[in-house]
């Protein structure tokens, strides 16, 4: 089958060390003409939610590619390695939560396999380090064409991990939200779809501290709250000349009310 020009590449291995040269590495040895991608590797250690998140909302504005994702705090227990095939791509990871939302984000999962054919794998595959021994070497075998089905049993679609839908309530003039994702620059990102800030007044409050309604940060005095309508059409709170997450005393997983 044809293969793709492209790997987009997303994990929690951060910078200081050799990790992700490695995994380049490994790429670049089986599939040299691949182009890769490096969505981000700055994910929090093990932050599986924050590393779904990211990846849903990166893979749209990508080609056709296959998606290399590796955020993986059960490396080396019997959690799945799969890849997941959807009308825009391929998705490489483990099966832990962190490839659905992005399957979905791209025409949904029609097909998924889990990893077992070890003649795909580094010829020593480390317990701790499958993303060079076993998810690198894999995602660079379907760029250069090789059909998923032959990477091992099939795996039902619906029997993949699912994280735990977000929460989110509203009502007459109310939000309640939980925070997705806080950025570099402290916005914080909230479960909400952009579409629910119609039911929000011009005037709010966002834990005890005043707000307003827009749609940029500078729509806020410096130092001010506003909540709009961030680029992933998501709820986001922002401080203009600041950073909102600091000024709520919040993280991923909070909840926070908008009124």
């Given amino acids: ?50 590393g779904a998140a990211v990846l849903a909302q990166t893979v749209p504005y990508l080609p056709d590619a296959v998606h290399l994702a590796i955020v993986d705090p059960g490396v080396g227990t019997p959690r799945r390695a799969v890849v997941v095939q959807t009308p825009r791509g391929l998705l490489v990871g483990p099966d832990n939560g962190l490839l659905v939302w992005a399957a979905q984000a791209l025409g949904g999962p029609s097909a998924a396999y889990e ?32 059909d998923p089905a032959d990477a091992g049993p099939p795996v039902a679609p619906d029997s993949l991990v699912q994280l735990p839908e977000p929460v989110v309530a509203w009502g007459d003039g109310w939000l309640e939200a939980e925070v997705l994702t806080v950025d570099r620059f402290g916005n914080v990102q909230l479960a ?45 709170i922002a401080v203009n000349g600041g950073r909102a997450a600091v000024m709520l005393a919040v993280t991923p997983g909070d909840l926070v009310r908008i009124s």
């Fill in 1 to 50: 089958m044809p293969g793709y020009d492209y790997i987009s590449f997303t994990t929690d291995y951060g910078l200081s060390d050799g990790f992700v040269a490695a995994c380049h590495g490994t790429i670049a040895r089986f599939a040299p003409a691949a182009r890769v991608i490096d969505v981000t590797h700055l994910i929090a250690p093990g932050d599986v939610t924050r």
């Fill in 115 to 146: 990893l077992a054919s070890e003649d795909w794998f580094a010829p020593s595959v480390s317990r701790t380090f499958h993303g060079r021994d076993v998810f690198a070497p894999v995602t660079a075998r379907l760029a250069r064409g090789a």
């Fill in 192 to 236: 909400a779809a952009g579409s629910t800030l119609e039911l929000l007044p011009d005037r709010l409050t966002v834990g005890g501290c005043r707000a307003i309604r827009g749609t940029t940060f500078a729509d806020a005095p410096s130092g001010g709250l506003v909540v709009f309508a961030d680029s992933a059409d998501r709820v986001a």
